[in-house]
């Protein structure tokens, strides 16, 4: 047995012992969460075999399968199970499909976010002071623009609902007073 082998062994086994393990192989939700992505992942990567149908190919698309129901509904095929859109492609077919270009979106983002976030906190590390608090506000508030977005996506056209649900969650630290306090106890 060569070194390298020993090296890899003893490398796997930090890993099996450490605590990230553990805790990893402990938790149900993050396992099944796992496990759940994993399954994503392959039926992405062999979307071709998994899916009954191409989305993509023009010449297997039948007009006049469009807007076909569920197999379990009256009028419904077992060849498209979770029926058809307006241009005959099967939705299930469309939505493995659609994995791929989902996942590579989210872990493109992510992969992108990540080399943004450590560049920015190695400079802020390397020069520290003034610059290091200047760029962690930046960071503070780029983490607060998804929750936000999401607030005001959900609520912008509800003005009266959106000025409670933003003012609900703040209603211990800020002390909301008054009849919006009232509301957001009654609703």
């Given amino acids: 047995m060569s070194t390298k082998t020993i090296h890899q062994s003893s490398k796997l086994g930090q890993f099996l012992s450490s605590d990230l393990f553990y805790y990893f192989i402990h938790n149900k939700t993050v396992v099944i969460s796992f496990i759940v992505f994993l399954l994503f992942i392959i039926l992405a990567i062999f979307a071709p075999l998994f899916a009954p149908h191409n989305p993509y190919d023009l010449?297997?698309?039948?007009?006049?399968?469009?807007?076909?129901?569920?197999?379990?509904?009256?009028?419904?095929?077992?060849?498209?199970?979770?029926?058809?859109?307006?241009?005959g492609r099967g939705i299930l077919s469309t939505i493995i499909y659609g994995l791929r270009t989902s996942l590579a979106i989210g872990i493109l983002a992510v992969f992108l976010q990540m080399v943004i976030g450590v560049f920015i906190g190695l400079i802020a590390a390397y020069h520290g002071g003034w610059l290091d608090n200047i760029l962690m506000r930046f960071a503070d508030i780029q983490l607060s623009f998804s929750t936000l977005m999401i607030c005001f996506g959900d609520f912008s056209h509800y003005y009266r609902y959106f000025r409670v649900a933003a003012i609900c969650p703040y209603d211990s630290f800020n002390g909301a007073v008054g009849k919006e306090k009232r509301i957001c106890r009654s609703g």
Avoid: C, K, R, V
């Fill in 59 to 87: 010449a297997a698309i039948d007009i006049m399968d469009s807007e076909l129901p569920p197999a379990w509904m009256a009028d419904g095929t077992s060849n498209f199970l979770l029926g058809t859109d307006e241009q």
